[in-house]
């Protein structure tokens, strides 16, 4: 089934006002008894017709009793595909799961009796139900990722090893060599590209006034090893709070992390990276959402297409949002005003298709059938308005830096003459107006959180988003 048509509008363009449509496609996928909240995780095979879903199956006694089910999109309807899959044991990474791009091959991690470890557990699609392929894999505490064929997988471990394993005569071997750390939560995030020859991980190294420093480490396999490639120092709140994506070469990078102002409010900073020249640099500005709050671990809070060019970002608070961004004249562009949920932590985890043309959502706490039974709404979208870049973005304007303290840079790319600068705190009230084309704005007096700088400019009026330290 299409339903619940979203209207997003995005920019003024020649006085006309342009919009998008996004589209729920299928059913709604519920969780189907109290405390199993579904959508914990969720993983899109490449045509967006196999998903694969978490579940944070919660007991009695408050023990994590990880699981996933499978569905397949026919007629318009999700359809469970092959039996539920997990043991039920105590593991808290259990919800976590990893679809191939065929989307018959599914890795995920499960407890092991008594909660003393996990274990990464393979399934291929066989004869009608899925079907363990090759040997348990034992982990401490983490999880896993497959590459585009399902034959590689990296495994976090949460330990002093990162360790990458190849299908190899019907069993799962060690590819090269494994990859240490001296640091106390090596491999907190990992990723792995489309080909299995390049890896991110994440090793927390120290901690100062802003929060917890994490180096994201990017290795690629040559010669029978791994050998680095750069190294991508990020900040966050707290050692769970970093999620780490690669675009389908390994050659794009989104970083997304909880950070903290002065107030203590917590916000996302998503950051993308892309290889070029042999060195990592930041393409487009950083994408900043706010209002946020504490999740543990949030790898799965954001989400990038396979050519690196557009990315989803969740906010799971209230009702929940998620947000779609697309780099356009290497500037990271809000697309329209979100998806709006309906709580439950809805943008908790998502999952794009590899042309990013379906989106995934989790809402492991949704409630409104029974407690915490969790749903997952999926999403068609329609970008044929956004492809015109000349057309769409006549308005280009950069604030930085962001997060600010005192001046506030004010660059338009294109040159527009600015009119008014008007900007707003999170309730709405106007705190700062300036009606003479500034390039530099004073906000230091201003007090601390998210503000809403409006600027009207001789093509139009954009609206962004900074957060003041």
């Known amino acids: 089934m299409k339903k619940a ?35 914990a995780s969720t993983s899109f095979n490449n045509d967006a017709t196999i998903l694969a879903i978490g579940y944070l199956r919660t007991n009695a006694f408050f023990e994590d009793l990880g699981m996933a089910r499978v569905f397949e999109l026919q007629n318009e309807e999700w359809t469970q595909k092959g039996s539920d899959l997990g043991d039920q044991y105590t593991d808290d990474r259990g919800f976590h799961v990893s679809l191939n791009g065929d989307g018959n091959i599914l890795a995920m991690s499960t407890g092991s009796v008594y909660g003393a470890g996990s274990i990464v557990k393979v399934y291929e699609f066989l004869n009608g139900d899925w079907q363990l392929k090759g040997n348990l894999i034992d982990i401490r505490d983490g999880y896993a990722q497959l590459n585009e064929l399902g034959d590689t997988i990296v495994i976090s471990d949460l330990t002093d090893e990162v360790i990458v394993y190849e299908f190899i005569n019907n069993d799962w071997q060690i590819k090269g060599n494994i990859i240490n750390s001296e640091g106390v939560f090596w491999g907190m995030c990992v990723d792995i590209n489309n080909t ?29 090893q791994w050998s680095p490639i750069g190294n991508i120092e990020t900040i966050a709140y707290s050692l769970t709070s970093l999620s780490i994506n690669l675009s389908n070469s390994g050659e794009a990078c989104l970083i997304s992390s909880f950070r903290k102002n002065s107030n203590d409010d917590l916000y996302l900073e998503s950051k993308i990276y892309k290889y070029e020249n042999e060195i990592w640099s930041q393409t487009g500005n950083s994408i900043i959402t706010s209002p946020t709050e504490e999740f543990y671990r949030i790898e799965n809070i954001s989400t990038i297409s396979a050519d690196g060019n557009i990315v989803a970002i969740g906010n799971p608070v209230d009702n929940g949002n998620v947000m779609l961004y697309k780099i356009i004249n290497s500037h990271w562009t809000q697309l329209g005003d979100g998806i709006i949920g309906n709580g439950g932590e809805f943008g908790r985890a998502l999952s794009f298709n590899d042309d990013a043309s379906r989106l995934s959502v989790g809402a492991p706490k949704f409630s409104d059938i029974g407690l915490f039974y969790g749903q997952v709404t999926t999403y068609e979208i329609d970008y044929n308005l956004f492809s015109i870049e000349d057309m769409l973005y006549t308005i280009d304007i950069i604030l930085t830096p962001n997060p600010v303290e005192d001046l506030l840079q004010i660059t338009s ?57």
Do not use: M, P
Not at 460 to 466: L, Q, R, Y
């Open 196 to 224: 299995g020859n390049i890896i991110a991980v994440s090793d927390y190294i120290d901690s100062n006034s802003e929060g917890k420093v994490f180096s994201n480490r990017i290795y690629v396999f040559e010669n029978n």
């Open 5 to 39: 048509l979203f209207l997003f509008t995005l920019f003024f363009c020649a006085n006309n006002l342009l919009i998008a449509q996004i589209t729920q496609i299928g059913s709604l996928i519920n969780g189907s008894e109290n405390i199993s909240q579904a959508g």
């Open 413 to 469: 790319q294109n040159n527009s003459s600015i009119n008014r600068i008007s900007v707003y705190d999170i309730t709405g009230k106007l705190i700062l107006e300036e009606n003479d084309d500034v390039r530099q704005l004073d906000i230091l007096n201003l007090t601390s959180g998210l503000l809403l700088v409006k600027i009207e400019t001789e093509n139009g009026t954009i609206t962004k988003k900074i957060v003041k330290h």
